[in-house]
């Protein structure tokens, strides 16, 4: 990719961040539900102060802040850039105005734009610009989710847009993938962008196994509930069993029964669940207490990468049995770039794939996205490997 291409990518990128808040009401803009879920509003200005703060600032010695106080406000999780709003308390941003933010952006984007139509990159400006793009389809994604939830716990499930289809079922007859024992490369080893996360290439050795064609639909997880999946702790994790015992759950986020059926809430809406549709919303405890259930297992995040080419993935994020954790001769970076994954590799659960949430362009097959077992918001779901035999 040149910098004309960089450049395009670039405009396409924040051009449609904005056309995913388009449908949002003032409101919607600045709602926090809970401490996890960010306000939109709190996307729109966070994706633009990373083009701010690690390339504008970085790169022009005379370079004057939109605003001094957005550093503070839109920061993240960087404690090598200063302080920052604690997450808990985005929603208490009622100021900045979503128009100033629009403007924030807008300021921002054009900025951008001009240095790369009048400046050679170095290769060091070039992979900053690179992973802002990379970094705000995250965001585009965490924007849907968030955004339903927001939009899911509001009593009158108002829609998202009536257009809005994220569902989607398996193609063709369900069937196992026999991969044989052997050593096999993990992690990637191209030319295009990646996440530090997925180097270095290394060598893996798997014993053979059998991994499902399809990711679990609703009916087939209906069949747990009714079994009695959700009281009986022989299926779960102990922390797990803790977690449903806690948070009192006995179905899937966005899930309701009434009077019988089951309903859930969805971007278009409140709908029935359509049994053929493929399951969303799942925690990791909740997927390998489904799996156990079925007499099978979820399987690593190697033998998922192993076996990919050979099934049709990214209409939902699948939870793997593999801890996050660096792989053999990953080094983190210095400096605030530094902090974007190294720091967080304790504690999660690794998913893989990509979901009918994710950005245009941005899945891979090595990608490695990250999350706590028990969260369910972001459109994930089940792949099931058969237990080995050894």
Known sequence: MNTKELLERFKATRSYTEKIVEPLTPGDFESQPV??????????????WFFEQFFLVENKADY??????????????YNTIGDRVLRANRGNLTRPLVEEVLDYRKSVTERVCVYLETHT?????????ELGINHEQQH???LLTDLKYVLGNNPLFPSYDGTA???????GDQNWIKIPEGIYSIGYDGSEFCYDNELAKHQVFLHDFEVSNHLVANGEFIE???????SNFEYWLDEGWSWIQKENLSCPMYWFNQNGEWNNYTLAGYQKVNPNEILSHISYYEAAAFAEWKG???????????????????????????NYLPYPGFDKPEGAVGEYNGKFMMNQMVLRGASVATAPKHSRKTYRNFFHPHFQWQFSG???????QL
């Open 382 to 388: 089940i792949r099931l490997a058969k237990k080995q």
């Open 224 to 230: 747990f509930i009714d079994a009695g999946g959700y």
């Open 296 to 322: 099978m297992r979820l399987p690593t995040e190697f033998e998922w990468e192993v076996a990919s080419d050979n099934f049709k993935w990214g209409k939902r994020w699948e939870w793997t049995a593999s």
């Open 140 to 142: 585009q994604e965490l």
């Open 165 to 171: 289809r994220v569902s989607s079922t398996n193609e």
């Open 35 to 48: 401490e996890w879920v960010s306000p939109p509003k709190w996307h729109l200005g966070h994706t633009t």
């Open 64 to 77: 004057k802040w939109h605003n001094e106080d957005f550093a503070f406000l839109f920061n993240s999780y």
């Open 121 to 129: 990159l170095t290769p060091e400006q070039f992979e900053i610009i």
